[in-house]
């Protein structure tokens, strides 16, 4: 058995298992008795320069999520901890497949966050509602279940299902510029009064016209927004966000400008955009990120992971390679909980979640690399190492 063990691990390793070993392979490691095995596997270097499946980053995602599809599991939670691709990583991948996948086919409670801490009320996740400012400083606020119609001048506003729209029925001769805010554990969708359509994460906001005219669009964004933007090449539309200028015509991009994130992110999917700065142009192309670091220059990285970048417009959170800090900080804005770190962290992860779930689901799912633990106290979450 001992054979038959260390074969299946190779073959998974090199990605050449079959689906009937691969759930053979499962078994043997959802039982207790290959746990010494495995370690003796790992301390012997029986795995150096077998890894070639788990060669880079997307190659070992990529596998993991045929993982937990082989298991016939519906795509729920998962999450695997960033590995440096050695072959003791690739043995804790493994590992953590499994856990994950034992984890996904039990029933759908958490299990506890060890230390609950002083009450039993979840932390759930955030969800549809914000705040919309009028020009004449009226303030309405927004969720998910309301439905409300009013007009400014000739434009029509409708609010339904979590999403504003804006209807221009005549040309306005005037301009008033309105504000939508999402708190901390908020998102909302606008229609401009153009067509096109803006997805806010939380704590974010956007002021615009409620009508445009003349020969441009423009608007001013905080936090992180995406866009899909109506195309005319008469009037091109303009994105402020702090100092920095984004001219489209029509495009699919995501800016994502948390004043607690190390860089502004300006993502492209489609199209083209110019970002401008201080005389300093740059043209993007579809899959480039455009990142502007704290000195004032900017960064291109090509071939970036666009459906990650915008996995938050979709429901999910999607993590590639992201330290602790960068996962807390997502946590803390969807989930409108404070961050408390009790030591330092150093891990990495890459894996999927969805933003539906409750943050305890989500922090144990997080344990499960074995190195972090989480203490929820009210609607503080503690970090310890």
Known sequence: MEFKFRALLEKYLADSISESEKAQLFQMLQSTDYESELEQIIDNGFLEGKISGLADQRRAKALFDKIVEAGQVSRKPFFSRRLRYTAAAAAILLMLSVAIYK????????????????????????????????????????????????????????????????????????????????????????????????????????????????????????????????????????????????????????????????????????????????????????GQ?????????????????????????NGMFSFNDADIPAVMRQINRWYDAEIVYKSEVSQHFMGSVPRNVPVSKLLTMLELTGRLHFKIDGRKIIVTQ
Not at 162 to 181: A, D, F, H, K, R
């Open 103 to 286: 984890f996904s086919t039990t029933n759908s409670t958490s299990p506890a966050i060890a230390g609950k801490g002083k009450t039993d009320e979840e932390i759930v996740p955030g969800s549809d509602k914000a705040m919309l400012t009028l020009a004449d400083g009226t303030v309405i606020i927004l969720d998910s279940t309301g439905t409300k119609a009013m007009r400014q001048g000739n434009t029509a506003i409708r609010q339904y299902r979590g999403q504003l729209q804006y209807l221009q029925q005549e040309p306005e001769t005037g301009i008033s510029y309105n504000t939508l805010t999402t708190p901390l554990g908020g998102q909302f969708r606008l229609t401009l009064p153009d067509g096109s359509k803006i997805w806010l994460n939380a704590a974010s906001s956007i002021t615009y016209p409620t009508a445009f005219t003349g020969n441009r669009r423009k608007v001013s964004i905080t936090g992180e927004v995406y866009m899909e933007i109506a195309k005319n090449e008469n009037m091109p539309f303009e994105v402020i966000v702090k100092d920095v200028e984004i001219t489209v015509l029509g495009t699919c991009f995501n800016i994502n400008a948390y004043e607690d994130e190390p860089s502004m992110n300006t993502t492209l999917l489609e199209g083209a955009v110019k970002v401008s700065r201080t005389n300093n142009d740059q043209l993007l192309m579809p």
């Open 289 to 313: 990120q455009e990142q502007l670091l704290p000195d004032g220059t900017f960064k291109i990285i090509d071939d970036i992971d666009t459906a990650s970048v915008v996995a938050w417009k």
